[in-house]
């Protein structure tokens, strides 16, 4: 249905001396060169967290690393000890985690399960950040440069963007397998291909294992490319109906094997995800309603040259889904692309699926500037089965790789024209390049430091309390924003449970439920939370400690540990004495033994 362009033969040159043609940039020194130049760029991003991977986060907010490094963990053991790989109860003890509803990036975590053993999850963690995006982008410009565009300067550009893009850059400071995309390209290119194929039953399987392989790093990216594919090829085949006739066989055929064999190989994973235990139905209502500001697309990102984190207060959820912001100069070339190119097909096409997507990522509620405009599109949209688990702003990034591969298809027809001054046309095109993406070019990640795990967990002071049934309980109590002791957790390869924690599960608890972030409830929780905030020390009465000694028991805790450097850590012990009696210091952490308090005799 879209074509590839074809590739004349050329004639034999002739030999060069031998120091010449050891210099001469061959086609694969060429694509060596730009890998290289994809991964340096990936390392001066990260170069912030590589600097100190266990003592160094993102800036802002630390709870996504902290899960991700979870979830390293748990690959560790699911290779080392043929741990079930979706679902455990290491933490929110006892209900426990569908980790395949949490996206526990098993296609990401069990290749890397040497490097977490040998260095610990924090180097993991920045490892799959800079691979995700140096993979990204020069996965985009291997498919660009083999089957759209010929001139690989014009690769190299359209797959910098796709892999370096703000929406990415954004990503980058927390969420690993949201920038892992680097089967995203192959993906969009087997499904192509489906629409010529004249092997459709081979080319359908190998579409359905790159499918079930994306299934295990992010489910909501499969499914953006997905539609991105259908709401394209719907678009060319309105411009081209004759073209629909000689595709509809061979891709129904390719989509149909597809459909049962990945089916097959994903079918008892997706159960457990929709009907397995603490499986959820669609997100918290705060993340469903997760959109852009139309002023978005018009500022640069905050992680860019040009971007300024003031600047793009309200303009998106937060730091780590800004999945516009190309600033004015982009978005002004970008119109300007798609109106020289206009009478292209593939062009038109990619111009209605970028802005079909940009509209939908604009949520329930279209902006500018923050001030609500209209009701939006996807308002409609939002309870679908499905689309009810889908962030929206994060349609966004699908409008990011339209206009990735628009500016490849650009730098490929300048370099095509046929002037008298070529050279005036390359100067043209590369201040064009520089003038739209010098202000969105990437800078460092902001980072800043956290603590470091307790010297009574990497001693294993712990073990002489813990036992295989039993949890470490820490102070606060593990939740959305105290995911430190998940990475005490990770340290030790998941060792020892924890109750609470970050993810996603029922609201109440009861599979099938909507979804919220954590597990149920805990007025203890609560409480020691706000003791951290405030610095206020309550006076407890006995309906309180009967109730945290409830939940202990629930949680079969062995041990309440509160480390000496925790904020406001005298308030926090003198609150828990309150309700278990005197603490000691053992190391670096103030120690309750509960363990008479919570066994089944007590």
């Not at 001693?459 to 105290?482: C, E, H, I, K």
């Not at 954590?518 to 407890?540: C, F, N």
């Amino acid at each position: 249905m879209v074509d590839e362009p074809s590739v004349t033969a050329r004639e034999p040159e002739p030999a060069a001396p031998a120091a010449r043609r050891r210099w001469r940039w061959t086609p694969r020194r060429l694509d060596l060169a730009v890998y290289g130049a994809f991964l340096l760029a990936a390392v001066w991003v990260t170069s912030g967290i590589w600097a100190d991977p266990a003592g160094r986060v993102a800036a802002l907010y630390s709870s996504d690393p902290a899960q991700v490094q979870f979830f390293l963990a748990h690959s560790v053991r699911v290779v080392l000890h043929g741990e079930y790989p979706f679902y455990t109860d290491q933490f929110n003890y006892p209900d426990g985690v569908n980790l395949m509803a949490n996206t526990a990036i098993l296609a990401l975590g069990i290749p890397m399960v040497p490097v977490t053993l040998l260095f610990g999850p924090a180097v993991s963690f920045v490892t799959l950040v800079t691979l995700g995006l140096a993979g990204t982008a020069a996965a985009w410009y291997r498919v660009l440069s083999r089957h759209l565009v010929r001139n690989r300067l014009a690769a190299a550009v359209g797959g910098w963007f796709c892999g370096f893009s703000p929406a990415m850059l954004s990503h980058a400071n927390w969420h690993p397998n949201i920038i892992s995309q680097f089967l995203l390209p192959f993906i969009v290119w087997r499904v192509l291909v489906l629409t010529r194929s004249t092997r459709p039953v081979r080319d359908g399987a190998l579409l359905a294992l790159l499918v079930t392989a994306q299934a295990f790093v992010n489910e909501e990216i499969l499914l953006f490319t997905a539609l991105a594919c259908g709401v394209f090829l719907f678009a060319v085949v309105v411009q081209r109906r004759e073209r629909w006739a000689a595709a509809r066989r061979p891709l129904a055929a390719g989509l149909a094997v597809c459909a049962v064999l990945a089916g097959a190989l994903l079918a008892y994973p997706l159960w457990v995800q929709f009907a397995g235990p603490m499986a959820y139905h669609g997100l918290s209502d705060t993340v469903r309603d997760y959109g852009n500001d139309i002023a978005a697309f018009f500022t640069p990102g905050s992680p860019t040259l040009g971007g300024n984190e003031r600047a793009n207060v309200n303009l998106a959820p937060n730091y780590s889904e800004e999945n516009a912001f190309f600033g004015w100069s982009l978005s002004l070339l970008a119109v300007g692309i798609v109106v020289w190119l206009r009478r292209e097909v593939v062009v038109r096409a990619l111009a209605a699926t970028g802005l079909f997507f940009a509209v939908l990522s604009l949520g329930e509620r279209v902006s500018w500037w923050d001030r609500d405009l209209v009701t939006g599109p996807w308002e409609l949209l939002v309870k679908l089965p499905l689309l009810d688990a889908v962030v929206p702003t994060r349609f966004g990034l699908i409008t990011t790789v339209v206009v990735g591969v628009l500016l490849a298809l650009a730098v490929q027809r300048a370099a095509a024209l046929r002037v008298v001054e070529r050279r005036t046309m390359r100067t043209l095109t590369a201040a064009g390049l520089v003038f739209a993406l010098l202000p969105i070019a990437p800078m460092p990640l902001r980072v800043t430091t956290r603590p470091a795990v307790p010297t009574f967990i990497t001693a294993d002071r712990w073990r002489q309390y813990v036992g295989p049934d039993q949890t470490l309980v820490s102070v606060p109590v593990p939740a959305m924003g105290n995911t430190d002791p998940m990475r005490w957790a990770a340290s030790t390869d998941l060792a020892f449970k924890i109750p609470g924690g970050y993810f996603l599960a029922p609201r109440n608890g009861v599979t099938g439920d909507p979804g919220r972030f954590g597990g149920r409830p805990s007025g203890i929780g609560e409480l020691l939370a706000d003791v951290e905030a405030t610095g206020r020390t309550p006076k407890l009465d006995d309906r309180q400690r009967r109730r945290f000694l409830d939940e202990l028991r629930h949680w079969r805790a062995a041990i309440v540990v509160l480390p000496l450097n925790e904020q406001n850590a005298e308030p926090l012990r003198r609150t828990v004495e309150q309700l278990v009696g005197p603490a000691r210091q053992e190391l670096d952490v103030w120690l309750w033994d509960v363990r008479t308090l919570t066994s089944q005799s007590a």
